[in-house]
């Protein structure tokens, strides 16, 4: 009886086997790569923002790289679908196109080489300078330093302004959030903040989110004209780029400068500003169906700003030391502070520096509300001169604004009231401040000293301004060495004081001439 002849398939599966057999044998001593790729497809793309399938190894914040240039950023995970922000060449991104993972999540070059640069979120330059020289390239996105590793806020921060270095003192290490309407000043107080560096060793980080190009070109020339560029770096996600690049910008910016915090040394971020990366957040949610909240905001809309200023911190000596400063600013709408995005922002920060409409309407430069305002731990860092003298100021300017309202309704007063009244237009003209021109600690004991000891009330409000112009001049030339004092140890003797005094009313006399 003749054999039974074997079915088709097991011919298969004996030719796969001799097949699998020969190449074990001709790979045998030999190392043999795979390399696997993860790949996915573009489902749908607009507004910004990409629907992806497949990339089933993908992550939260990886980096995701369309060809041609074109990267995007995973920011939603769900079964089978990735919510993907683009950031880099959106327009060339098409439905149907092939997406590769790159099991990396988003980094931004950081070091020495970014000082004097402007560069977008992922650190190319948009100075037309060469490529950034990078020390090396830090994730935007990193874990806010532990309650162990960091210190008390003990250094003070100096803007130069004698309204906030007097009545709400800054410390290296603080967060201090700047708000108010449009147009009322706030970026003009950051770049005052960061002229005022000029001379110091603090690394200043300005994070331009959703501005014009010609807004972020006048912060950097007024740097260049009046501060130090050279000590500066500028991460601009200008208002035409991608919402992802807007979105991502003061998670760069913070980044670069936790790195110089990091080895040691002093930093400042600006923010400018977290309520249109709030509206981007916004935007880039809705597109990407996150459930809305509150004015349509997602409901983690508080924790990506509770996530970003808490990397802001002073280090303790185990750690380096260095600290990091965050003045973040916000815009209110018609001065309502207790609006949602403004709300979450006081909780979270620090401290507040309110600038207030009507008082800039009236001339009022800077236009700080120091009713409003507040600083919660930068008073342990006043140099104790300014400390002294500026001990009862805030009081005394808010019963003066007070006073000047009843006295506006024509109501009679007593000769004790109408030299408070009259005490109070001198201070007020005295903490009138220009653009550019940062007051240093000398400066500003001796335009205190003479508030304190009532000088200026003598004055012509018009001579109150000659008076300031000319105090540089004067204690530069006849009190040299208690310049040097104050910005040694920040305090004088009453040798000194009565020195200073003296020289104060002979400058008051030479200008109500």
Request: proline letters at 6%; aromatic letters at 4%.
């Amino acid at each position: 009886m003749a054999p039974a002849k074997r079915a088709p398939v097991n011919k298969i599966h004996d030719d796969l086997d001799a097949w699998l057999t020969a190449a074990l044998s001709a790979t045998r001593g030999r190392t043999v790569g795979v390399k696997v790729e993860h790949m996915g497809v573009v489902e749908r793309v607009g507004d910004g923002i990409a629907i992806l399938s497949g990339l089933p190894g993908a992550r939260l914040d990886e980096l995701l790289d369309f060809g041609g240039g074109a990267f995007g950023m995973a920011v939603n995970l769900r079964p089978g679908v990735i919510g993907c922000v683009l950031l880099a060449n959106p327009e060339s991104v098409t439905a149907g196109q092939t997406v590769h993972g790159t099991n990396e999540v988003v980094r931004v070059p950081v070091g020495p080489g970014l000082l004097g640069r402007v560069v977008d979120p992922l650190g190319s330059p948009l100075d037309d300078g060469p490529a950034v020289a990078a020390t090396r390239r830090d994730p935007t996105e990193r874990a806010a330093p532990g309650i162990v590793d960091r210190d008390l806020v003990q250094t003070p921060m100096q803007t130069g302004i004698l309204a906030i270095d007097s009545m709400i003192p800054l410390g290296r290490g603080q967060r201090e959030l700047i708000i108010g309407d449009r147009k009322t000043g706030k970026t003009a107080l950051a770049v005052d903040t960061i002229i005022n560096q000029r001379a110091t060793d603090v690394i200043c980080v300005y994070a331009a989110v959703g501005q014009k190009a010609s807004s972020v070109n006048q912060v950097i020339d007024a740097v260049r004209a009046y501060g130090n560029l050279q000590n500066c770096v500028f991460v601009v996600g200008e208002a035409d780029s991608p919402p992802g690049l807007q979105w991502l910008a003061p998670y760069a910016a913070c980044t670069i400068a936790e790195y110089f915090r990091d080895i040691g040394r002093d930093a400042l971020l600006v923010i400018d500003d977290l309520t249109k990366h709030a509206a981007i957040y916004r935007e880039i949610s809705l597109l990407l169906r996150h459930p809305p909240g509150r004015e349509a905001y997602p409901g983690d809309i508080f924790y990506i700003h509770s996530r970003l200023l808490e990397r802001a911190a002073r280090l303790s000596a185990a750690g380096g030391g260095g600290s990091l400063t965050a003045l973040p600013i916000a815009e209110t709408q018609e001065g309502n502070i207790a609006a949602y995005i403004p709300t979450n922002l006081i909780s979270i920060t620090d401290g507040q520096i309110y600038l207030d409409p009507k008082l800039f309407y009236l001339g009022q430069k800077p236009a700080i509300n120091v009713g409003k305002s507040v600083s919660r731990v930068g008073g342990k860092t006043q140099p104790p001169a300014i400390k002294r003298l500026a001990e009862s100021l805030k009081l005394d300017y808010m019963q003066f604004l007070e006073l000047e309202v009843f006295t506006r309704f024509g109501a009679m007063v007593d000769e004790r009231t109408q030299a408070l009244v009259e005490h109070g237009h001198r201070v007020r003209s005295a903490l009138i401040q220009p653009r550019f021109r940062p007051l240093g600690s000398a400066e500003q004991v001796a335009l205190l000293t003479a508030i304190e000891e009532h000088i200026l009330d003598p004055l012509p409000l018009d001579a109150v301004e000659r008076f300031k112009e000319g105090l540089a001049g004067c204690i530069e030339t006849n009190c040299r060495d208690l310049v040097l004092r104050i910005e040694g140890n920040g305090d004088i003797d009453e040798a000194d004081r009565k020195t200073l005094i003296d020289h104060l009313r002979s400058l008051a006399e030479a200008v109500k001439l």
